[in-house]
């Protein structure tokens, strides 16, 4: 069986990889606007920008201090992580009292800030990264070429995603995060200390949002604008999978990965707007999401 | 959020529109005012949603770009006279908007911006890759063709075709606000669920109020292009949707001129930012300033910040609660 559907079927395979690897991106930025949604009850529109920064901290470190893709992997995350606690306890902090949209308006002017220093510093043009020696390469499997990066991308972004739902759901510190999200007033009764709880929780979704970065860095061009297109489509997949949910974001974000793969490969010109299309139809028929909760 | 009650409004609204009708005459430059008052005009738009409804659209870029493209398309192709290409546009915009609205107030709040912005998004990747609209290049020389033999090429006929146009738009603005049905409107806004207990059924007022919304951001996309001579895809970039909130914000959201003094102050600063750069760094001798005209993101968010930290009144805002509070003093 070498075709399906009359398309070859290696480059099927190799699209929906390509659709899996975008997932895997959705679905670990879909999963820190997720946690920072239900800690913080802040829409980050600022998670592209801090995804960029990522990627771009990957670069910056290999091109200025000679560091390798190990170490940013690390170091990207830390750094950006330290940021958001500058930015929650600076600026965001004050707005937790107010409606909704004053929290997406603030990150929005963040986004364009962090998106305003990286371009007036290195243009808008793409900066090469080169994938780390030891994954170069690919493995034929027999039915495909599986470029053994794309692999690493999956398997890594897989198990960050599943760490962090298991430490969500399964563990003390988890429960003390689900329970600070229900009534912040009473476990702080309990003498837990929810505003460095809140602190964290935003450093943690953005180290989040950096370590994707630094994942794509090798197979995207970093530059300055890679996010902002990016958080629209993760936009859609949080519509798309209601917020309610820890697993739905990731299983959302995958899935539509997926579905984008497979539209490249049948109907190309709708590649870029599939998701929206699917966020039509599903608003029309769930209007509170795919896991997401009715009001 | 914002208290207008100034004794006679309307007399203050003349004398504001006799100051712009007569500023190309005091040596202002036309095609510059025309732009800020095309912005205007979508911020006011804009502000129909978010100052009296409390719905924040993130897609606003959406209407200016729709009307634009299909304003230029009429005008250019179809050659059709310049108001009834306008008209065209700002119809096309509300078409638009009906059917952005019909998904977006499925939900509420955050998801509301986040399902318009969205929607936005995937209109903007069909003008891409749509033949009409010259993809990257954008529609280029849009003729202005001519009213009652008056002929538009002419800067400052065509400045007062869109004074007129944009007071008009305004006096709509105004009555919707002043009518019953921005009454509704401003209780959805204050206590939704109360209006919805008043037996008013609030999903219809929001989707009236999205499409007259969008249609006014049409119309201001439509004469925008008239203006300029083309239609380009910045203006239904995200980013552009962004630009209206931020003019609103530091106007004054829900008051009726808040977001005409955001405009003029935020496409001033777009304009004006590079020669400040370029002052600072005589000044400080710090060569970075120089290149400040090309980060205009950069200070345009700096804004954002400080807006909604300390300022979410906007200038027109505080410069009312300033009023009312000495008001209250003398009295």
């Not at chain 1, 579905?259 to 190309?268: D, Q």
């Amino acid at each position: 069986m070498s075709e399906l559907f009359g398309i070859p079927l290696p480059a099927l395979l190799g699209q929906l990889l390509l659709g899996l690897v975008n997932g895997s991106f959705y679905a670990m930025l879909s999963l820190g606007l997720a946690v920072i949604f239900g800690m913080l009850n802040i829409i980050n529109f600022a998670h592209g920008a801090l995804y960029m920064m990522g990627a771009f901290l990957a670069w910056m470190g290999m091109e200025y201090l000679g560091l390798s893709y190990w170490a940013m992997l690390v170091l990207a995350p830390l750094v950006v992580g330290v940021l958001g606690i500058l930015i929650e306890r600076l600026l965001l902090q004050w707005l937790y009292k107010l409606d909704h949209i004053y929290g997406l308006l603030l990150t929005f002017g963040i986004t364009l800030v962090i998106e305003g220093v990286f371009r007036s510093f290195y243009g808008v043009s793409g900066q090469p990264y080169s994938v780390p020696e030891q994954l170069m390469g690919a493995t034929n499997l027999g039915f495909m070429i599986l470029p053994n990066y794309r692999a690493w991308v999956v398997v890594a972004s897989l198990v960050v995603c599943f760490a962090v739902w298991a430490l969500i759901e399964k563990t003390s510190l988890g429960a003390k995060l689900r329970a600070g999200t229900e009534n912040p007033k009473l476990v702080q009764a309990f003498g837990i200390n929810v505003p460095r709880m809140v602190t964290l929780t935003y450093a943690g979704g953005v180290a989040l949002a950096a370590f994707a970065g630094v994942l794509a860095a090798p197979i995207l061009q970093v530059s300055a604008l890679m996010g902002s297109n990016l958080i629209i489509v993760v936009f859609a997949v949080v519509v798309i999978g209601g917020m309610g949910s820890i697993l739905g974001s990731i299983l959302t974000g995958l899935g539509l990965g997926l579905i984008e793969g497979l539209t490249k490969v049948f109907y190309p010109e709708a590649s870029n707007t599939v998701v929206f299309v699917v966020m039509a139809l599903v608003l029309l028929l769930r209007p509170a999401g795919l896991f997401g909760k009715e009001k | 959020m914002s208290t207008q009650k100034s004794k006679n409004p309307l007399s203050g609204y003349l004398l504001l529109f006799a100051g712009i009708a007569l500023l190309p005459v005091l040596g202002a430059y036309p095609i510059f005012v025309m732009k800020v008052l095309c912005y205007a005009l979508f911020a006011c738009a804009f502000n129909l949603l978010i100052g009296f409804t409390g719905l924040l659209s993130f897609g606003h870029a959406a209407f200016l770009g729709t009307a634009g493209y299909a304003a230029g398309h009429a005008l250019k192709v179809w050659g059709l006279p310049p108001l009834a290409g306008l008209g065209f546009g700002a119809l096309c915009a509300a078409a638009m908007g009906g059917l952005f609205g019909l998904l977006a107030i499925k939900r509420s709040g955050i998801y509301f911006s986040m399902i318009t912005l969205a929607l936005a998004q995937m209109l903007y990747f069909f003008f891409l890759q749509a033949s009409f609209t010259g993809g990257e290049d954008g529609l280029q020389s849009v003729p202005r063709g001519a009213i009652l033999g008056l002929d538009l090429a002419q800067d400052l006929n065509l400045y007062y075709v869109v004074v007129a146009v944009f007071i008009a738009a305004f006096w709509l603005i105004y009555r919707t606000v002043h009518s019953p049905f921005g009454q509704v409107l401003t209780s959805i806004r204050e206590n939704e669920a109360r209006a919805i207990s008043l037996g008013y059924d609030v999903d219809r007022f929001k989707l009236l109020a999205f499409v007259l919304s969008a249609g006014l951001a049409g119309l201001a996309g439509a004469t925008k292009t008239l203006v300029l001579g083309f239609a380009t895809l910045t203006d239904a970039l995200w980013t552009t949707s962004g630009l209206v909130i931020l003019m609103t914000l530091v106007g004054g959201m829900g008051t009726l001129v808040g977001p005409m003094v955001g405009a003029l102050v935020i496409i001033a600063l777009e304009n004006k930012i590079g020669d400040f750069g370029q002052a600072i760094a005589n000044l400080t001798g710090i060569a970075w300033f120089n290149s400040l005209g090309e980060s205009v993101s950069l200070v345009t968010g700096l804004i954002f910040i400080v807006c909604v930290l300390a300022f979410r009144r906007g200038i027109v805002g505080e410069a009312l609660a300033l009023y009312d509070r000495f008001a209250i003093k003398r009295s």
